[in-house]
């Protein structure tokens, strides 16, 4: 019963910790680099689009920078005002996502700066765009990315955060941390894989027959409810879900929490994350299936690293869901297939 991606999971850290060693350099010096646009675009899809909104928004507590996300078709078909003097940096596991790389083609043909963060060396968004950083998983199968995630992730966050921010007391020492958590996170990485798949089995077992999952959260924590929803239990588990921001609960899910539903909660005691607390609260009189993970129940680092922290519990969720569905969480049925031009 040991499907690829059990393997990539526990490759995580040596991924990270590769990544960060041969990319460290690169890094500082495009840091450097991005501080000369006034805006940048984090441009991706599926998982890769979800590593764009965590980072942005953790970013966004530290600083004002003006910084926008788009998934790949988005941008090329609805983004038509000004590039001027603007970065996209463009994420993607593969470096071949026709909707990505028709971003950067069309970055680059606007004149804007382009960066690729890719885990394959020789892909095409590797080649064109004017710099790339390449995370070195090496070759990832299961579909639903878990060492690409991680490294991609971590690159986000080490270039974003390395920028100049015009920063002070709280918010100087918040960009401090987050810098010293990534540094931290191979070991604390190994660490969290090895303490949660047991509970990841029980839960898998527990949420077998289940067929639809809610799943929410707030700040760096909706891109990874996005992740969880649209590829680690759609593509993986093959299940339905729907991501929702915590500060929509009160628009929709609300009518829907009841008796029995399950709704994963991310919280990290952000202060969108009040809302989650209460959504809690609400599900827990109502009796939906809740499942909340607190990122200070599985690590010390700053708030922000949430996604790094809950996606490890998670990804063993998931493992272990399809496993007892008689799936492999690795294996695709169209992604990859279907070509829409
Ligand atoms: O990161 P890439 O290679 O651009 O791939 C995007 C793809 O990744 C996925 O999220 C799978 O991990 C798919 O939804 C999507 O097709």
Redesign the pocket.
């Known amino acids: 019963m040991e499907y690829q991606m059990y393997q990539e999971i526990l490759e995580q850290p040596g991924a990270l910790r590769k990544t960060f060693k041969e990319e460290k350099v690169h890094m500082t010096e495009l840091a450097a680099k991005m501080d000369e646009f006034d805006k940048i675009y984090l441009i991706?899809?599926?998982?890769?689009?979800?590593t764009c909104c965590s980072a942005k928004s953790a970013v966004d507590y530290i600083s004002n920078k003006d910084i926008e996300v788009y998934t790949?078709y988005e941008f090329v078909y609805n983004k038509n005002t000004d590039y001027k003097n603007s970065a996209a940096l463009l994420?993607?596991?593969?470096?071949?996502?026709a909707?990505?790389l028709a971003a950067l083609r069309l970055a680059k043909q606007r004149g804007v700066y382009t960066v690729s963060i890719?885990?394959?060396l020789n892909s095409k968004?590797a080649h064109e765009a004017d710099a790339s950083i390449i995370t070195r998983g090496g070759t990832e199968k299961a579909?639903?990315?878990t060492k690409?995630?991680t490294t991609?992730l971590m690159c986000l966050y080490n270039l974003l955060f390395q920028m100049h921010h015009e920063t002070s007391g709280d918010k100087l020492d918040i960009r401090k941390n987050v810098l010293r958590d990534i540094r931290k996170l191979p070991n604390i990485t190994e660490n969290l894989i090895k303490r949660t798949q047991s509970e990841g089995l029980r839960l898998g077992e527990q949420f077998k027959d289940e067929e639809l999952f809610y799943c929410m959260g707030s700040g760096p924590n909706y891109g990874l409810a996005y992740?969880l929803a649209?590829?680690m239990f759609m593509?993986g588990a093959l299940k339905h879900a729907c991501p929702v921001y915590s500060g929509e609960f009160r628009h929709g899910l609300i009518e829907r929490a009841e008796k029995n539903v399950p709704i994963i909660f991310l919280d990290a005691d952000y202060p969108g994350d009040k809302i989650t607390k209460n959504a809690i609260e609400f599900g827990e009189k109502l009796g939906t299936k809740s499942i909340v993970y607190n990122m200070h129940d599985y690590s010390n680092m700053n708030s922000l690293m949430s996604p790094f922290t809950l996606v490890i519990p998670l990804e063993w969720f998931i493992y272990y869901l399809a496993h007892f569905n008689g799936e492999d969480p690795g294996e695709?049925r169209h992604?990859?297939k279907i070509r829409y031009s």
């Open positions: 991706g899809c599926g998982s890769s689009f979800s790949g994420t993607s596991q593969s470096g071949e996502t909707d990505t890719t885990n394959e968004m579909i639903l990315g690409t995630y991609q992740k649209m590829t593509e695709t992604i990859g």
